[in-house]
């Protein structure tokens, strides 16, 4: 399968614990992006990638939050001493970096489920 | 704050019939509009996308329908199916950003009964 792919796609955690996630696009693709959702809603913008650089953080990712991607390839989101408000579903999603109608296409990975105690 | 607002917040169609998912935008500054589907458990999957250049766009059984005068823009889903039930999420790309972040909808979750 040649789609996005995350991991794990379920996390229990205790509230205080640090949770990270992985995040592997489709192959090529430069640009990368993290979303929240939770319950009921649609997802909220994390933070985007291009190549190895982060591009843009938006004001929901606090400081115990850090996302990386070191070689332009996979990428991951570390959440530091969790909250019960951490709680939601990761999306992860990624879009080549070709001109024209193609760039803003965006595919969305399965997600990951995160449930703090 | 740029925003995308959508109704209903649910939907429920008999099987067969058209389903209607209306959403509005506040900023002009957006030039592209995709559809996602969502399943349970599932990352959302781009259904149809169109930009403001033109006012109408149908694959198969989807179709997005633009008014830029009013900044609405709307999915129509004809003969709706069963395995259509789904949250549907339309979303908006402001233009020229150097991001592409996403502005979402809230959702409508659509019941399709047989």
């Known amino acids: 399968d040649t789609g996005v792919s995350q991991d794990p796609r379920h996390k229990i955690t205790k509230r205080g614990q640090n949770v990270t996630f992985r995040c592997d696009p489709i192959?090529?693709?430069?640009?990368l992006y993290w979303y929240r959702q939770t319950l009921g809603q649609g997802p909220e913008f994390l933070t985007y990638?291009?190549?190895?650089?982060?591009?843009?953080k938006s004001r929901l990712l606090s400081d115990r939050f850090s996302a990386e991607r070191p070689k332009g390839s996979f990428s991951t989101l570390e959440i530091q001493r969790t909250e019960q408000g951490d709680s939601a579903m990761y999306l992860c999603?990624?879009?080549?970096?070709?001109?024209?109608?193609?760039?803003?296409?965006?595919?969305f990975g399965p997600g990951t489920r995160l449930t703090v105690l | 704050q740029q925003q995308v607002k959508q109704s209903p917040q649910s939907l429920i169609v008999q099987k067969g019939g058209i389903s209607i998912i209306n959403c509005a935008y506040e900023?002009?500054?957006?030039?592209?509009f995709p559809w996602y589907q969502q399943f349970p458990g599932k990352g959302p999957a781009l259904l149809i996308a169109?930009?403001?250049?033109?006012s109408e766009k149908k694959e198969g059984r989807f179709t997005i329908s633009f008014n830029k005068s009013a900044k609405q823009f709307s999915l129509h889903i004809m003969d709706s199916q069963p395995g259509d039930s789904a949250t549907y999420f339309c979303?908006?790309?402001?233009?020229?950003?150097?991001?592409?972040?996403?502005?979402f909808g809230t959702g409508t979750l659509l019941a399709v009964q047989p």
């Open positions: 999603a990624s879009s080549p970096a070709l001109a024209g109608a193609l760039t803003d296409t965006q595919y």
């Open positions: 192959s090529e693709h430069n640009r």
């Open positions: 990638f291009q190549n190895e650089a982060q591009l843009e």
């Open positions: 900023n002009t500054a957006f030039d592209y």
């Open positions: 169109i930009r403001p250049d033109v």
């Open positions: 979303a908006a790309l402001p233009y020229g950003g150097a991001t592409n972040k996403l502005i």
